[in-house]
T-cell receptor, first 115, second 114 residues
């Protein structure tokens, strides 16, 4: 069965520090992978996605993620965190084939940023 | 311009009542999805529409839940005989196609069943 695990429920980093949010997936084939961000009271916004090709993908707001097939991981990174990055982050796997493109989400990681 | 819109933004109802939640997708988007976000279960897929048909209803939690889409546009999610465990934020998303397309999410409807 398809699943996504985000091992860290809550992370706190200092402003200006680097960030890595972990994501591991279980899927029977090469997955489509996504990172979404949800700010308080806001909808989900796509940060970046991986479908194929270069395993290092760049997204909005200075985020990047690296697909590692051998580790079944798709970790999100940012070199220098800003206070406005405080939000909840969701990793997701996208289904292929005749299931359409439904997303299977991890439980989310809440990011707090210390001044 | 618009993004995905959902109404109402908040809904409080009594246990046993029926509720209807509405989603207006981005114009031209053929695929539409409903998800549910709750404290205990996280973000869960409910149903997927391609045009007016629903090839994947596998996420609907019980037969009290149903959804339809008309004119390839607006979708309504109906919950009959609501229960307290139905309390959640119901999110709608749309995309140009299905696989490989970015899903754009609406702000959600927060449902509270008393």
């Amino acid at each position: 069965a398809q699943s996504v695990t985000q091992p860290d429920i809550h992370i706190t980093v200092s402003e200006g520090a680097s960030l890595e949010l972990r994501c591991n997936y279980s899927y029977g084939a090469t997955p489509y992978l996504f990172w979404y961000v949800q700010s308080p009271g806001q909808g989900l916004q796509l940060l970046l996605k991986y479908f194929s090709g270069d395993t290092l993908v760049q997204g909005i707001k200075g985020f990047e993620a690296e697909f590692k097939r051998s580790q079944s991981s798709f970790n999100l990174r940012k070199p220098s965190v800003h206070w406005s990055d405080a939000a909840e982050y969701f990793c997701a796997v996208g289904a292929r084939g005749n299931q359409g493109g439904k997303l299977i989400f991890g439980q989310g990681t809440e990011l707090s940023v210390k001044p | 311009g618009a993004g995905v819109s959902q109404s109402p933004s908040n809904k409080v109802t009594e246990k046993g009542k029926d509720v209807e939640l509405r989603c207006d997708p981005i114009s031209g988007h053929t695929a539409l999805y409903w998800y549910r976000q709750s404290l205990g279960q996280g973000l869960e897929f409910l149903i997927y529409f391609q045009g007016n048909s629903a090839p994947d209803k596998s996420g609907l939690p019980s037969d009290r839940f149903s959804a339809e889409r008309t004119g390839g546009s607006v979708s309504t999610l109906t919950i009959q005989r609501t229960q307290q465990e139905d309390s959640a934020v119901y999110l709608c998303a749309s995309s140009f196609g299905a696989v490989q397309e970015t899903q754009y999410f609406g702000p959600g409807t927060r449902l509270l069943v008393l």
